[in-house]
């Protein structure tokens, strides 16, 4: 302390930097020197004072000189405020299941089913489709078929099944797939059909629908890049039984 007629001040040294120079705080009469300069806008708080034991001070001096938006501060915008989104809590998954046939298992592991309670519908369809192609018999040669159209093929097991033109390739190969069972053949044009319009898709949609497995990726085979999973047997319950091609 300095006696006598002049303020009287103190030193409050806290540490010491690298080139020996003393760290601290100036008190004059009582007063904190670095708050009283925050307080007047005439300096603004370093990041080093959170370390320090008049940080709350010096916060809270700087905080007023804000609002007053002077000196220093004479310019400062306080930033908008981030919108808090409430974080909603995951819902735990609850499994429905439904009764199902599987009619045709891929390579890759996806397979199509048939839903059960839609059965009698598609058994009553292809059996009406049956009875209205064994009436009037398509003509060879009439049906000429391009990508995309809806058809009727005939299997191997010599019974007519709704199907999808899925590519035509230069010398009388149609690729097709079963709308109704999942798997996929290669036809001459002369095993292929119009689907009459009482049988179309949208009397009855198609009964296949794909599913894979979650989180199973299929080995591939190194010689020839192909997915080389297991093909498992398929015992098909419904009848008539549904259209698969032997490997």
Not at 220 to 245: E, F, K, M, N, W
Request: proline share 10%; with cysteine.
């Amino acid at each position: 302390a300095i006696p006598g007629s002049l303020p009287q001040v103190e030193v409050e040294v806290e540490s010491m930097d690298k080139a020996g120079n003393f760290i601290g705080w100036l008190h004059i009469e009582g007063v904190n020197l670095s708050v009283a300069l925050v307080e007047q806008a005439l300096s603004r708080v370093h990041f080093t004072a959170e370390r320090s034991p008049y940080c709350k001070a010096l916060l809270a001096a700087q905080d007023a000189a804000k609002l007053r938006k002077e000196k220093v501060w004479s310019h400062y915008e306080e930033a908008p405020a981030e919108e808090v989104v409430p974080v909603l809590e995951e819902k735990e998954r609850t499994a429905n299941y439904k009764p199902v046939f599987v009619t045709e298992i891929t390579d890759d592991l996806h397979f199509y089913v048939q839903d059960v309670e839609t059965g009698a519908q598609l058994e009553k369809l292809m059996e009406n489709m049956r009875s209205e192609v064994g009436a009037h018999p398509p003509v060879e040669g009439s049906f000429v078929p391009r990508r995309g159209d809806f058809c009727i093929a005939k299997f191997v097991d010599g019974e007519w099944y709704r199907a999808r033109v899925e590519k035509v390739e230069s010398g009388g190969k149609v690729h097709i797939f079963y709308i109704d069972y999942g798997n996929k053949e290669t036809l001459p044009p002369s095993r292929l059909a119009p689907l009459p319009p009482a049988f179309s898709p949208r009397v009855l949609p198609p009964q296949a629908t794909e599913y894979s497995f979650a989180f199973i990726q299929v080995p591939q085979d190194v010689s020839t890049g192909a997915a080389c999973a297991p093909q498992p047997a398929l015992t098909h319950t419904r009848v008539p039984p549904a259209p698969h091609s032997l490997p």
